[in-house]
């Protein structure tokens, strides 16, 4: 039975399970769609000189099924002002199409109060900038979700895995309750893994490397496990069906991962 595009784009505006892809409808089969993923460098596409460090948004194409075409915005450094400030918002919605999915998901930048390019106080600016989001996605018939920011690796002298963000996912998990989006609570989430890793295996998370601690970006098995995280959110808030989860159990060799050349100068 066809599927009017119509109809697809009501039930995507009612959060109801999604098929997101590239191209168009072949016979037989459901419209496609779209996941873009607002964010910064925990999230974000690396190239060739910065492997191992891997964003989750690498990895969650794997745990797509094929009707879901993952199209990554993330960039290195934003935060939610930044983002908009850039301009880089408005190029991501001049993508969107009706019925696609915009996973958004900051904190780590705003956090800066140093740095007034990127600095937002949790619950005004944060809040007021990450209302553009869910408005520019509503907007052009979108299905806007936010995702509590990623935990950083910090732990505290008895080896208890300690929160790093203050308020801000506190603020975010207000403003979804307020504005009636789904929430993906990352932040929860990977407390409570590297909570149950424990101080040493976390590191095999994290871009540690003979010369290198970073406790902030991830490796490949990190940047998969955060993907499976933002899976089996997308999956438990409705938003998608399990039929649009694929792998969500299953290993996925680090070597699916790849980190693609530069852009020219």
Do not use: C
Not at 105 to 115: A, L, T, V
């Amino acid at each position: 039975m066809s599927i009017s595009r119509r109809s697809l784009v009501g039930a995507a505006l009612a959060a109801v399970p999604l098929v997101v892809a590239a191209g168009g409808v072949s016979e037989g089969r459901e419209l496609s769609r779209s996941l873009f993923i607002a964010g910064d460098s925990t999230a974000a596409q690396k190239v060739a000189g910065e492997a191992p460090e891997t964003g989750w948004g690498m990895a969650l194409p794997f745990l797509m099924g094929e009707g879901v075409q993952v199209v990554n915005h993330a960039v290195n450094g934003r935060s939610s002002k930044s983002f908009v400030d850039e301009g880089r918002l408005a190029a991501l919605l001049d993508a969107v199409r009706p019925g696609d999915l915009v996973v958004v998901q900051f904190g780590h930048n705003d956090e800066k109060d140093e740095d007034p390019t990127r600095y937002t106080e949790p619950w005004t600016t944060y809040q007021d900038y990450l209302r553009q989001y869910l408005d520019g996605a509503r907007a052009k018939g979108a299905v806007p979700v936010l995702a509590t920011p990623v935990e950083r690796r910090r732990f505290d002298a008895d080896g208890n895995a300690s929160p790093s963000h203050g308020d801000y996912p506190a603020a975010m998990r207000a403003l979804a309750e307020q504005e009636r989006v789904a929430l993906l609570d990352i932040e929860a989430l990977s407390l409570a893994l590297w909570q149950e890793l424990g101080v040493e295996e976390t590191k095999t998370y994290f871009n540690w490397t003979d010369t290198e601690q970073d406790n902030t970006h991830f490796n490949p098995p990190g940047a998969i496990a955060v993907a499976r995280m933002v899976a089996r959110e997308l999956l438990r808030t409705r938003v998608l069906a399990a039929r649009d989860v694929v792998r969500l159990n299953d290993d996925i060799p680090t070597s699916w991962i790849t980190w693609p050349p530069a852009a020219a100068a």
